[in-house]
């Protein structure tokens, strides 16, 4: 099947903005997400955006959706070193999550 | 809040053995999902089940069985397993016709030697 797709890695400054990209493939998603994962830890739900929003904020969270080239964005204000983890990108399909690869957040001081 | 309960958080086995792994969802959350997640793998959906019947297969192998009860919990149940079965198995749970996010748990982590 098709693959959502995200960059592997980003590293950034304590106190920096991070953007961490996605593009998915099913058009009809009616939800989009973002989840957390910690190392060893389970997939904490950060935001989700409704399919006919544009931008969702919330706190340090800004998610912005593009439907027309299907690109979904996860912005983090003022970066912290506990932002440190893997961010996955998922879209809702008829029946599951479909997750893209995760992206690996380093957060340097 | 409550959350989504797995148990056991860790469990240790050895190929050809089978083991079950438990789930509560959150409670009035009346659909279940299960993923497997192998080392540095995105979660890939397993099976689901909604109000106690199967929902939806993914690709769940056919050694692997699941169901759920009528308190809604539901268990996983794995056998002749391989190494290759090594993995993070998490559960989700969601309430349909609420927005249906998924909510995961902590997962249980399967080891197979």
């Known amino acids: 099947g098709e693959d959502v797709e995200q960059s592997l890695f980003l590293s950034v400054r304590e106190g920096d903005s991070s953007v961490i990209n996605c593009t998915y493939t099913d058009s009809s998603s009616t939800y989009l997400y973002w989840y957390k994962q910690e190392p060893g830890a389970g997939l904490q739900l950060l935001t989700y955006i409704f399919s006919n929003m544009d931008m969702k904020q919330d706190q340090r969270l800004t998610v912005l959706l593009n439907k027309k080239d299907k690109h979904l964005s996860l912005r983090i204000a003022d970066t912290q070193t506990g932002d440190s983890a893997i961010y996955f990108c998922?879209?809702?399909?008829?029946?599951?999550?479909?997750f893209g690869k995760g992206t690996s957040l380093l957060v340097t001081p | 809040a409550a959350g989504v309960i797995q148990s056991p958080r860790h469990l240790i086995k050895e190929k050809r053995e089978t083991a079950t792994l438990k789930c509560y969802p959150i409670?009035?959350?009346?659909?279940v999902y299960w993923y497997q997640q192998g080392p540095g793998q995105d979660p890939q959906f397993l099976i689901s089940f909604y109000e106690k019947m199967q929902s939806d297969k993914g690709s769940i192998p056919d050694r692997f069985s699941a169901q759920q009860f009528s308190d809604y919990h539901s268990e996983l149940n794995m056998s002749s397993l391989e190494l290759g079965d090594s993995a993070l198995y998490f559960c989700a749970s969601s309430e349909r016709g609420a927005g249906e996010t998924q909510y995961f748990g902590p997962g249980t982590r399967l080891l197979v030697l």
């Open positions: 409670p009035r959350h009346d659909t």
């Open positions: 998922a879209e809702s399909t008829a029946y599951a999550l479909n």
